[in-house]
């Protein structure tokens, strides 16, 4: 590893926004296990809202593409239809 000052404070930077993400993402992927794990129409529905939330959050930061959001909503959507 290089000892340039510049290049200590971008590795610096890139834990800190990696520990961010992980964070942000695994966040996601809780509430997207909770709604798939849901047994009935109206617990589905309120995790569904939480999680459709927490979604939208994640990609306006940046973590997940839109459109890798847009699949996950739609998977966990249908779930909760077929309940």
């Known amino acids: 590893m290089s000892s340039n000052p510049s290049v200590q404070k971008r590795i610096r930077q890139a834990d800190k926004a990696n520990e961010r993400n992980k964070?942000?993402?695994?966040?996601?992927?809780?509430?997207?296990?909770?709604?798939?794990?849901?047994?009935?129409?109206e617990e589905g529905s309120a995790l569904l809202k939480d999680a459709?939330?927490?979604?939208?959050?994640?990609?306006?930061?940046?973590?997940?593409?839109?459109?890798?959001?847009?699949?996950?909503?739609?998977?966990?959507?249908?779930?909760v239809n077929n309940l």
């Open 23 to 41: 964070h942000n993402k695994s966040k996601m992927r809780t509430a997207i296990n909770k709604v798939l794990k849901s047994t009935s129409k």
């Open 52 to 79: 459709v939330s927490i979604i939208d959050k994640v990609v306006t930061k940046g973590v997940v593409h839109k459109n890798n959001a847009a699949n996950q909503k739609a998977r966990i959507t249908n779930h």
